[in-house]
């Protein structure tokens, strides 16, 4: 028997889970879940003007992870094999030689870097950035952050020991970990994509010293252990640290149970809509650059896809209403709400810049439906139907570029994450795009984390060799095409609005 616990950050929370292998079987149970957000302030700068910032709540998502293996001792026991973690794929903080942080963890939302893209651009030919890494510009994008640093915390490069990937800094507190795994790497337009290793090009371009960077290992590698104080106090026995896919996008891509990677795209639906395939190598052609595509490290593979705006908005929308309400709303409740609102009232494009951070997401689709001159949503519902639709024709959209830069052609859709269990948006999906949509498993992440740890510690020879157990442990639920044809029409009206 052995035990893999997979502890699961997103941007709006975390989890932990325990899969559990005993000869052919596999078991997966969840063992903690817990709420969390960026936290806003406004602080005076030097000149004393007032500046909004959001950071992290870095010491109370590590409280929670030990708090899921606290659980585990009381509910199972003392013999966990392995913890692997998983994050989004910005953010982080450096450290001094002490092994204190220098400072809080910003949130990639944080408005220092809304203009950030345009300075990197103008370090360097882009074209050229684009080459090496495979990835796109977005204003999260740790190149930009660390150069952010370098030119407002330039103190900060002589006082560090290195600087801490955000799933790096949780394996850090865990066991002294200062190693981030390739696929995580692979996000930061820093690496190069080919090699797997920190470009000493862009990095001279930027200024930034490669000395700082922490060492990149392949998912699967085990990297340490627990610290003994740690386990002792928790009441465990030795505890491994096992590099997964740390990017959560690469662990959740490879816990969907596709059967021909050329002919499946991918959703992995959270906060951020993932769309992509899996490539064996990665495509930099000058129409995937065009195309704003990134290659990001996969677990074996390469995942050729394209950032897009997911439930955040929808995340918004309810954090607005709870403070108008005093109360929250509960998903069901919201779902309901968009069933019952009449279609195609209007659209948006979901990665409009004004959705990225806004004080208030209501407002802020309303105006673009006043800009754009449609007809504004009656009620909540009728908002939360717009957000929908556009999700699900925004994937379409992007579903066609990919198949344009993959030379390949789609014929299903693998949906994964914590958006698939939105039956609505799936209908809507398979709508859109003309296509069967299959859904699930909606813990994607933390089963291919699962799989990763799993693949370290041999007890799978290989990742493919996971999908019977995931498969046979999980739900997977179709969604066929039932009004493609009225969505074709609206499709064209789509384009035209967000173009």
């Not at 790096?168 to 390739?182: A, C, E, K, P």
């Not at 499946?264 to 995937?288: C, M, Y």
């Not at 996971?466 to 969505?487: H, L, N, R």
Request: with cysteine; aromatic share 12%.
């Amino acid at each position: 028997m052995k035990r893999f616990m997979a502890v699961d950050l997103g941007a709006s929370g975390g989890k932990s889970f325990l899969g559990t292998f005993n000869e052919d079987s596999f078991a997966f149970q969840e063992l903690h879940r817990f709420s969390h957000e960026g936290v806003t302030f406004f602080i005076p700068d030097a000149a004393g003007e007032v500046t909004r910032r959001m950071y992290w709540d870095d010491i109370f998502i590590y409280r929670n992870i030990v708090t899921g293996l606290y659980k585990f001792k009381r509910e199972i026991g003392a013999n966990l094999d392995s913890i692997g973690i998983d994050t989004w794929g910005a953010d982080g903080q450096f450290i001094a030689e002490n092994g204190d942080l220098l400072g809080k963890v910003y949130c990639y939302r944080d408005h220092r870097l809304d203009t950030m893209v345009e300075v990197i651009k103008g370090k360097m030919d882009p074209r050229r950035i684009y080459d090496i890494t495979g990835i796109h510009f977005q204003p999260f994008n740790l190149s930009n952050q660390l150069y952010w640093f370098k030119e407002n915390r330039e103190s900060f490069f002589s006082l560090a020991a290195c600087f801490l990937p955000i799933p790096t800094l949780f394996y850090y507190w865990l066991g002294g970990i200062t190693s981030v795994d390739s696929s995580w790497a692979s996000v930061t337009q820093l690496m190069d994509a080919r090699e797997k290793k920190w470009s000493s090009e862009i990095m001279d371009a930027l200024g930034l010293p490669e000395n700082i960077m922490p060492r990149i290992v392949d998912p699967g590698t085990v990297m340490g252990e627990i610290h003994p104080e740690l386990a002792r106090k928790i009441g465990l026995k030795g505890v491994q640290l096992t590099a997964v896919g740390s990017h959560d996008t690469a662990s959740a891509f490879a816990a969907a149970p596709v059967n021909d990677y050329a002919e499946s795209l991918i959703i992995s639906s959270g906060t951020w809509s993932l769309v992509g395939k899996l490539v064996p190598e990665p495509v930099t052609t000058d129409e995937a650059y065009r195309y704003n595509l990134s290659n990001e490290g996969g677990i074996g593979n390469i995942r050729l896809l394209r950032n897009c705006m997911g439930t955040w908005l929808v995340q918004e929308l309810r954090r607005v209403w709870r403070v108008q309400d005093g109360k929250e709303m509960e998903w069901d409740e919201l779902v309901s709400l968009a069933e019952k609102a009449p279609p195609f009232t209007a659209f948006i494009d979901p990665d409009d810049s004004s959705f990225y951070n806004p004080e208030n997401m209501e407002e802020a689709i309303v105006s673009f439906c006043k800009r754009t001159k449609q007809k504004v949503p009656e009620n909540r519902g009728g908002i939360l139907r717009v957000v929908y639709e556009s999700l699900a024709l925004k994937y379409r959209w992007v579903n066609e570029l990919i198949c344009k830069a993959s030379g390949t052609e789609t014929k299903v859709i693998n949906v994964v994450g914590g958006g698939s269990r939105n039956t609505m948006l799936n209908q809507f999906t398979a709508d859109a795009l003309g296509l069967p949509v299959v859904s699930g498993p909606d813990e994607a992440t933390a089963v291919g984390n699962i799989m990763a740890q799993a693949f370290a510690l041999g007890v799978i020879p290989s990742l493919k060799e996971a999908m019977p157990y995931v498969k046979s442990a999980f739900s997977i639920e179709e969604f066929k095409p039932q009004t493609a044809g009225g969505w074709r029409e609206q499709y064209e009206r789509f384009l035209t609005i967000c173009s």
